[in-house]
């Protein structure tokens, strides 16, 4: 996940302790997932995890509650970067409309790393079954982003009312649709975005489809 950087006149600094905790829960997580990619899910241990991760494995255990857990929050993108510039969106717009664009603007954006790592990620979802209900959980916290937002947006209560719930289902379900279409397609750098794009542009005509 590629760092991100704020004015200070925008949003408060992190104190030292919580810069220290983000960075402690990035380096076990990444010890997990390379560990995970060298030597396979079944063959790593948590006291393997801490000792690449100059932890102890408490500490591990402290952060997260597997080491499945470990392996999926490494290289992940947050729900924030995903949907940077959607409160700048013309009220007016179809909401779909405006989460296309944020969404769409946002993946174009990762790198080739970045896109290395996801396929790579998705590759052992697919291979260690016990991986995918940390990789659904993910989804589900960028569907919680989406139905805060718009809930906002719509000035709607975000826990009783259904159409920011529907809004946001719907646009989680298009972007893990186009993520695992383009992993199993073994889609190149660019064809993510554009799939993200076209599951959107589905949706808005109400999945309507003809053949």
């Not at 995970?36 to 255990?61: N, Y």
């Not at 990789?135 to 975000?158: N, S």
């Not at 383009?182 to 064809?191: C, I, R």
Request: glycine share 4%; hydrophobic share 40%.
């Amino acid at each position: 996940m590629p760092e991100t950087t704020s004015n200070a006149d925008e949003a408060p600094q992190l104190g030292l302790r919580e810069r220290k905790k983000q960075l402690t829960h990035r380096t076990i997580a990444d010890a997990a997932y390379s560990l995970t990619l060298e030597h396979g899910l079944d063959k790593v241990t948590i006291d393997q995890i801490a000792d690449r991760a100059f932890v102890s494995p408490r500490t591990v255990s402290n952060y997260f509650t597997s080491k499945e857990a470990a392996v999926v929050a490494a290289h992940n993108n947050e729900p924030v970067e995903l949907l940077e510039g959607l409160e700048e969106r013309p009220t007016d717009e179809s909401p779909l409309h405006s989460l296309s664009i944020v969404l769409t603007t946002a993946i174009r954006g990762w790198s080739k790393e970045q896109l290395q790592q996801l396929r790579e990620k998705e590759a052992l979802v697919d291979r260690y079954p016990t991986l995918l209900p940390h990789r659904m959980a993910q989804f589900d916290e960028l569907e919680d982003a989406i139905r805060d937002a718009i809930a906002a947006r719509t000035e709607a209560d975000p826990d009783t009312a259904a159409f920011p719930r529907l809004v946001a289902g719907a646009a989680a379900t298009a972007v893990k649709t186009a993520i695992r279409v383009w992993s199993n397609t073994d889609g190149d750098a660019g064809s993510i975005a554009e799939l993200v794009e076209q599951a959107f542009e589905e949706l808005e005509a109400g999945l309507s489809h003809e053949s």
